[in-house]
């Protein structure tokens, strides 16, 4: 009788707040080929010669704002994720967790999973959303390391789930005591990517990017296209929210210089809305289902600090959502309907993102 499990995977954090640490973590994951997509030689160079120069330092900073005495959020509370995963689904499978870069490696938890004779694994990146360097960087480095450490394991992967039901839901149940609240204007933040990146993605060449209003134009593109996939997310939790069409909007932050970034930017709307008299809001971050260094620091943090420096009144981050019911029922779904022998999701990606997923 075959042994099955679930193995969820993250983004990542440094081990500690420490500048070598940080140095650590940034080398692995900005050295991802799917995450600075250029040639190998000018990516060393760009890494070893200018950023890992200068920015450890400033991220280390940005880390001791939000670090806890058990350690990483990011990593903490996906821990959480994973026990409460685990309890509610009793004795029926086991749950692993590791991160795409740092620790709990997905080699290491990998070895340990074939050690305990698993030979069945549901992965499931914990990303709503498709992108190169978050959803398929995740699936194709468990794939890889997979074929490495236990070529006969059997994998079936979670495909993205932006506009499934259940998941906007879940969305919907953890933040509406917030959207139960006096405000103004309800701001999406979603983290951003190159333009570059939506071209590339767009197995057609000829929809994102180029058609008019292409994220609402029905295309097989919508299959790998990031920014057409958080626009149906931000839709759907809108309508089941009853969100008014002039009372919200979606924006993009994280971004880095040298090439256009998906645009409104989040730091830019954040000084901008004030002036509109949009004084009291409300910031969702839907593309992280946990809270990290890009919602704690990046929106709570200096978001907050922005938008009341502009004349904004009330600043409310809406937590993601981390470790609350909703989405450990969700996900204890997706797993129970893969251990029924059914699909763990409706939504489906093109062969772009599944090539390396169906061959070993």
């Not at 692993?96 to 030979?119: C, F, H, K």
């Not at 981050?317 to 779904?333: E, R």
């Amino acid at each position: 009788m075959s042994k099955r499990a679930v193995l969820l995977v993250n983004l990542g954090s440094p081990d500690s707040t420490s500048v070598p640490d940080v140095r650590r973590y940034l080398r692995e994951f900005l050295g991802d080929e799917r995450v600075l997509d250029m040639p190998a030689a000018l990516r060393w160079l760009l890494l070893e010669g200018i950023i890992l120069r200068t920015r450890p330092k400033k991220s280390a900073h940005a880390y001791e704002q939000i670090w806890t005495p058990e350690g990483s959020p990011l990593v903490v509370t996906s821990g959480k994720v994973s026990d409460k995963l685990a309890a509610d689904l009793g004795a029926v499978t086991p749950v692993y967790l590791a991160m795409r870069y740092g620790n709990p490696s997905i080699a290491s938890v990998l070895a340990q999973i074939a050690a305990d004779g698993v030979d069945e694994l549901l992965l499931f990146p914990q990303y709503p959303h498709y992108a190169m360097s978050s959803w398929e960087t995740v699936t194709v480095k468990v794939y890889e390391e997979a074929a490495r450490l236990a070529p006969a394991l059997k994998i079936t992967c979670v495909q993205p789930f932006y506009e499934d039901a259940d998941y906007i839901e879940a969305l919907y149940q953890v933040t509406a005591p917030y959207l139960a609240q006096p405000h103004d204007f309800v701001l999406f933040s979603y983290h951003g990517i190159p333009v570059r990146h939506l071209r590339k993605a767009d197995s057609s060449k000829a929809h994102c990017t180029l058609v008019k209003d292409c994220c609402n134009t029905c295309s097989s593109a919508h299959a790998t296209c990031y920014k057409a996939q958080i626009t149906k997310t931000t839709q759907a939790l809108v309508k089941r929210a009853g969100i008014a069409a002039d009372r919200h909007m979606i924006s993009f932050q994280s971004r880095l210089v040298g090439e256009p970034w998906l645009t409104p930017y989040t730091d830019y709307e954040l000084k901008r809305l004030p002036q509109e008299g949009k004084k009291r809001i409300l910031v969702m971050t839907p593309a992280f289902v946990t809270d990290c260094l890009e919602t704690l620091e990046e929106i709570a943090g200096e978001g907050k600090e922005t938008f009341l420096h502009a004349g904004g009144e009330s600043f409310q981050h809406v937590p993601c959502l981390n470790d609350q019911p909703p989405y450990i029922h969700f996900l204890a779904d997706r797993v129970r309907t893969w251990l029924d022998g059914r699909t763990p999701t409706t939504v489906q990606v093109s062969q772009r993102a599944t090539t390396f997923a169906t061959a070993k």
